[in-house]
C-alpha cells in the first residue's frame, strides 16, 4: 500500500460535525464527475468509498449506487464508483458548488475548522504525497481549472504551507515541496499516525544528511591541509635544488626541516612538534609566516629559472 493510500485510509474515519462534513465533501464532488443531473465520483481507496457513502447517508439521506470494477492496463487495484442520480440541485446546492462557477460558495470555507476539512475532502479524491522514506519531498494536487487551483492553493497557504502553482499539459498542479510544510498539511488534515511516520524519517534524513555533511568538510579540510602541505614541500625541495637551505635564515630552516620530516601535518600539528621536540614554543601563524617566507623565496627561484 502507498504512503498517500494509507494517510487517506486514516484520515477518510475521521468522524466531523455537520459543518466540516459539508465542506469535506464539497471538496470530494466539486473534483469529481457532475453531468446529466448524475453526481459520479471514483477511488481506488475503499476506506474513502466507504467515508463518501456515509456523508452522503448522514447528510442527505441517499444511498450512492456503488460499482466495483478491476483497473486497467497496469494498474490492477479495484476501482470504485458511487454514482447519485437522486435529488443532485438540492445537493450540490447545499454543498455550495454553482454552475457558473468553479470556487464554492464562501460559506463552505468560512473559518479554519471547515477550511481544514474542505483539504481533507480535497486530499482524499485528488492528493498524492510521496513517502519520504522512498524518495523526495512532494505532495500535490492536479486539477482541470487554473482558477480552483488558484484557489486552492490560496487556502494551503492560509496555513503557511508555500505552496505553489505549474502548468502541467492542460492541468495545473498544486504542490508543496519543503518536508516541514507537507508535515503540517498532515497536521492540518489529522493524519496523526501518518505525522508521527512522516516527522520520525524526516529527522532521521534529516540527520544523516548533517552527518554527511559534515564528513565531506572534514574530508575537504583533510585533502586541503595535505595539497597545502605537499605544496610547501615543493617550494623546499626548490631551495635546495638551487642553493640548500642556506637560503633560509635560521628560524626559517627549522621549520622548512620539519615540514619534510612531516609532509603531511597540518600547521597546528607542525607548530606543536616543533615546539616539543625544540623546547622553543612556536604558534600556528609563526609557522605560517615563516612559510610564507620560504614560498616566496621559491618564487622567486621559478621566475628567475623562466627567464
Given at each position: 500500500m502507498s504512503f498517500t493510500?494509507?494517510?487517506?485510509t486514516e484520515v477518510s474515519k475521521i468522524n466531523s460535525i455537520k459543518t466540516e462534513s459539508i465542506a469535506e465533501l464539497s471538496a470530494i464532488v466539486i473534483n469529481s464527475e457532475i453531468k446529466n443531473n448524475t453526481i459520479?465520483?471514483?477511488t481506488e481507496n475503499s476506506s474513502v468509498a466507504r467515508q463518501i457513502f456515509s456523508l452522503f447517508k448522514n447528510l442527505f439521506d441517499i444511498q450512492c449506487k456503488i460499482?466495483?470494477?478491476k483497473g486497467y492496463n497496469y494498474n490492477k487495484n479495484y476501482i470504485y464508483i458511487l454514482e447519485i442520480t437522486k435529488n443532485v440541485p438540492l445537493i450540490l446546492d447545499e454543498l455550495g458548488i454553482k454552475e457558473s462557477s468553479s470556487i464554492p460558495e464562501e460559506y463552505i470555507v468560512d473559518d479554519m475548522d471547515t477550511m481544514r476539512a474542505y483539504l481533507r475532502g480535497l486530499f482524499l479524491i485528488t492528493g498524492s504525497v510521496n513517502d519520504p522514506k522512498k524518495s523526495r519531498y512532494h505532495l500535490e494536487f492536479l486539477f482541470d481549472n487554473e482558477e480552483y487551483a488558484k484557489f486552492i492553493s490560496k487556502c494551503l497557504n492560509e496555513f503557511y504551507l508555500n505552496s505553489k502553482i505549474i502548468k502541467r499539459e492542460n492541468k495545473s498542479m498544486v504542490y508543496i515541496k519543503e518536508a516541514e510544510k507537507i508535515g503540517d498539511f498532515l497536521r492540518i488534515i489529522n493524519a496523526s499516525n501518518a505525522v508521527m511516520y512522516y516527522e520520525d524519517i524526516r529527522?532521521?534524513?534529516d540527520h544523516k544528511n548533517m552527518t554527511n555533511r559534515l564528513n565531506n568538510m572534514e574530508q575537504a579540510n583533510v585533502d586541503k591541509i595535505i595539497n597545502t602541505a605537499l605544496k610547501q614541500v615543493d617550494d623546499?625541495?626548490?631551495i635546495l635544488n638551487n642553493g640548500g637551505l642556506g637560503l633560509l635564515d635560521e628560524k626559517e630552516q627549522i621549520v622548512a626541516?620539519?615540514?619534510l620530516k612531516y609532509n603531511e601535518a597540518s600547521l597546528l600539528e607542525l607548530s606543536e612538534i616543533i615546539s616539543y621536540e625544540t623546547n622553543n614554543p612556536i604558534s600556528k601563524s609563526g609557522v605560517n609566516h615563516r612559510?610564507?617566507?620560504i614560498q616566496n623565496l621559491a618564487n622567486r627561484i621559478r621566475e628567475k629559472e623562466s627567464n
Open positions: 493510500s494509507i494517510v487517506k459520479k465520483i471514483d460499482t466495483i470494477r529527522i532521521y534524513r623546499i625541495n626548490i626541516q620539519y615540514r612559510m610564507k617566507k
